[in-house]
């Protein structure tokens, strides 16, 4: 089992940046691809992000390609979200999951924990 816990949400003006943060805690952190996801109101939960297990490899979303920037730190137990160019449209509740599976994938089913979400507003 693992823990995740999200920080670094807030209310930022349109072309502003945030770092969002997710803090595992449990079974060893290498061991699993992390991804992040998103979730506005009335609407699904959908990918923005993922790392495989050791960073090597990222995937983003066509909409967030070349704003947002994924990392992580295995030895802090961390993975990271810098949001760059912030735009309206990226106001959501942001999500941070582990997969033990490694598989890296941009479906939210495959993702076995989540965090508890942190709120990103941009306003225009």
């Known amino acids: 089992q693992v823990q995740l816990v999200e920080s670094g949400g807030g209310l930022v003006q349109a072309g502003g940046s945030l770092r969002l943060s997710c803090a595992a805690s449990?079974?060893?952190?290498?061991?699993?691809?992390m991804g992040w996801f998103r979730q506005a109101p009335g609407k699904e939960r959908e990918f923005v992000a993922a790392i495989s297990r050791r960073g090597e490899s990222t995937s983003y979303a066509d909409s967030v390609k070349g704003r947002f920037t994924i990392s992580r730190d295995n030895a802090k137990n961390t993975v990271s979200l810098q949001m760059n160019s912030l735009k309206p449209e990226d106001t959501a509740v942001y999500y941070c999951?582990?997969?033990?599976?490694?598989?890296?994938?941009?479906?939210?089913?495959?993702?076995?924990?989540w965090g508890q979400g942190t709120q990103v507003t941009v306003s225009s």
């Open positions: 999951a582990a997969d033990l599976w490694g598989r890296s994938s941009r479906n939210p089913d495959l993702y076995e924990y």
């Open positions: 449990g079974r060893i952190f290498s061991m699993y691809a």
